[in-house]
């Protein structure tokens, strides 16, 4: 391998190599006329006071898997975020931490990923910084990322009411399966990809309901279960779930079965969940099925006075709650 096929530290000195690397990679692909200033910050013309603002980091292991890449994860995880406040994703800075000896064919890989779904979701990417760390200071490369959107649909939990419909945007578990084979080495043959991918392609469709949708969320790390518990945490109302309306790959299944965990537990990036008026959840399921990313998506459950917390009616008629984790199951995983 050649010295001038991985990263130096030089290249986040702020000399010829980090002019050369912006120049070769990154504004290869991230074309916004904004970022292509390579300013500290970006000048943006916002349109409304009624903001969504996100950050986040991505740390994940390992950092290309089936269906997906650290990149895409990136921006892909950050649209979701502002998407999950009602928020029409406008605007997004990428910055990179990588490790000294980091391959440069990797992080271009990693880097038109991230522009190809920053295009997907019609975001732009107009900020960012590049930092180089000595090799074992870091692992590989670390992203970190900011968000801004245009709030247009106002939700909240304290909006929703007993007697709404929960909705899932399809099946859950796929991403965190699909790491875990990746990860461990676990052989598993099955067609286990991961889901990531931006919802806004979905949430931006719901606008004519924005009266009737009351709260959205993604189910990343701790699943589905994990984030319905936040959401009832603190409220007077609880959630049951029917399991036998969950959708779940029998991939997934047949993986969560052998590992011996709950797929309602595993991360998601490709997924929401919906809390809607029940007079209006059929028609609210039919547009976020009628989008490719929501094909299989259904009604789960509904918003209950009594039991509180979050509670599973099983396929044979029982009924046991679920709770929170102590414990993140996989670690590393956005």
Same mark, same amino acid.
């Given at each position: 391998?050649?010295?001038?096929d991985? @990263?130096?530290?030089?290249?986040? $000195?702020?000399?010829?190599?980090?002019?050369?690397?912006?120049?070769?990679?990154?504004?290869?692909?991230?074309?916004d006329?904004?970022?292509? #200033?390579?300013?500290? &910050?970006a000048?943006?013309?916002?349109?409304?006071?009624?903001? *969504?603002?996100?950050?986040? $980091?991505?740390?994940?292991?390992?950092?290309?898997?089936?269906g997906g890449?650290?990149?895409?994860? /990136?921006?892909?995880?950050?649209?979701?975020?502002?998407a %999950?406040?009602? *928020?029409?994703?406008?605007?997004?800075?990428?910055?990179?931490i990588?490790?000294?000896?980091?391959?440069?064919?990797?992080l271009?890989?990693?880097i038109?990923?991230a $522009?190809? *779904?920053? %295009?997907?979701?019609?975001? #732009?990417?107009?900020? =960012?910084?590049?930092?180089?760390? +000595?090799? &074992?200071?870091?692992?590989?490369?670390?992203?970190?990322?900011s968000?801004i959107?245009?709030?247009?649909?106002k939700?909240?939990?304290?909006?929703?009411?007993?007697?709404?419909?929960?909705?899932?945007? !399809?099946?859950?578990?796929?991403?965190?399966?699909?790491? %875990?084979?990746? #990860?461990?080495?676990?052989?598993?043959?099955?067609?286990?990809? &991961?889901?990531?991918?931006?919802?806004?392609?979905?949430?931006?469709?719901?606008?004519?309901f924005?009266?009737?949708?009351?709260?959205? #969320?993604?189910?990343?790390? =701790? =699943?589905? /279960?994990s984030?319905?518990?936040?959401?009832?945490? !603190?409220?007077?109302? !609880? @959630?049951?779930?029917? +399991? !036998?309306?969950?959708?779940?790959?029998?991939?997934?299944?047949?993986a969560?079965?052998?590992? =011996?965990?709950?797929?309602?537990y595993?991360?998601? +990036?490709?997924?929401?969940?919906?809390?809607?008026?029940?007079?209006?959840? +059929?028609?609210?399921?039919?547009?976020?099925?009628?989008?490719?990313?929501?094909?299989?998506a *259904? @009604?789960?459950g509904?918003?209950?006075?009594?039991?509180?917390?979050?509670?599973?009616?099983?396929?044979?008629?029982?009924?046991?709650?679920?709770?929170?984790?102590?414990?993140?199951?996989?670690?590393?995983?956005?």
């Open positions: 391998m050649k010295n001038s991985v @990263i130096k530290l030089a290249h986040g $000195s702020g000399g010829l190599l980090t002019n050369r690397l912006m120049r070769d990679v990154v504004l290869k692909y991230f074309k006329k904004t970022v292509k #200033r390579l300013e500290d &910050s000048q943006l013309n916002i349109e409304s006071r009624d903001i *969504a603002f996100t950050t986040d $980091s991505y740390v994940i292991d390992p950092i290309f898997f089936p890449d650290i990149g895409k994860l /990136a921006i892909c995880g950050t649209v979701n975020d502002l %999950m406040q009602g *928020a029409i994703p406008k605007h997004i800075s990428f910055s990179l990588i490790e000294e000896g980091f391959l440069l064919k990797d271009e890989r990693i038109k990923s $522009s190809q *779904a920053a %295009m997907r979701a019609k975001v #732009r990417v107009v900020c =960012g910084d590049t930092k180089v760390v +000595e090799k &074992s200071k870091a692992d590989k490369i670390f992203i970190t990322t968000g959107g245009i709030i247009k649909i939700l909240g939990k304290e909006k929703i009411r007993i007697g709404d419909k929960i909705l899932v945007s !399809g099946t859950i578990g796929d991403h965190g399966i699909a790491v %875990m084979n990746q #990860r461990l080495n676990l052989g598993l043959r099955a067609n286990l990809k &991961s889901d990531v991918a931006p919802l806004n392609l979905i949430t931006n469709r719901l606008l004519p924005k009266s009737s949708i009351h709260c959205m #969320r993604d189910p990343t790390r =701790g =699943g589905v /279960a984030v319905l518990n936040e959401t009832v945490d !603190g409220t007077r109302y !609880g @959630i049951m779930l029917r +399991e !036998g309306e969950i959708p779940i790959k029998r991939e997934v299944i047949g969560t079965d052998i590992l =011996g965990i709950d797929p309602l595993v991360a998601n +990036e490709g997924k929401f969940i919906a809390f809607v008026a029940h007079n209006v959840a +059929e028609k609210v399921l039919k547009k976020i099925k009628s989008h490719p990313l929501g094909k299989d *259904a @009604i789960i509904e918003v209950v006075k009594e039991p509180r917390g979050v509670w599973l009616k099983t396929k044979i008629g029982g009924v046991h709650p679920l709770l929170l984790l102590e414990a993140e199951g996989l670690p590393r995983i956005c």
